[in-house]
Nanobody, 116 residues
Framework: QVQLVESGGGLAQPGGSLRLSCAAS????????MGWYRQTPGKQRELVAT???????NYADAGKGRFTISRENAKNTVYLQMNSLKPEDTAVYYC??????????WGQGTQVTVSS
């Protein structure tokens, strides 16, 4: 059974930092390109950052210079380090396969709220 479990969200002040984690099971994580996505109410889910199986990264404009995606294949885990957080980063964050997310891989996500 494929499972992606996100964690690490919470409440942060503007300018603060959070580190999200996504633990994968039931898939051959090490050969997959992965991505972090986020969604706010009433909006489509958007791609935040991607990392290839080889470790190459790419970022949406919203996170460039502030977010860092990384992976640890030995732990089947992908991370998203978020610095200099802004209120507009408030969203539920998900991980999934990239570039074509699997519908059966969407987890519960982890809520990130940036507010003073």
């Amino acid at each position: 059974q494929v499972q992606l479990v996100e964690s690490g969200g919470g409440l942060a002040q503007p300018g603060g930092s959070l580190r999200l984690s996504c633990a994968a099971s039931g898939i051959r994580f090490s050969i997959l390109n992965m991505g972090w996505y986020r969604q706010t109410p009433g909006k489509q889910r958007e791609l935040v950052a991607t990392i290839t199986r080889g470790g190459s990264t790419n970022y949406a404009d919203a996170g460039k210079g502030r977010f860092t995606i990384s992976r640890e294949n030995a732990k089947n885990t992908v991370y998203l380090q978020m610095n200099s957080l802004k209120p507009e980063d408030t969203a539920v964050y998900y991980c999934n396969i990239n570039p074509v997310p699997r519908s059966d891989c969407w987890g519960q996500g982890t809520q990130v709220t940036v507010s003073s």
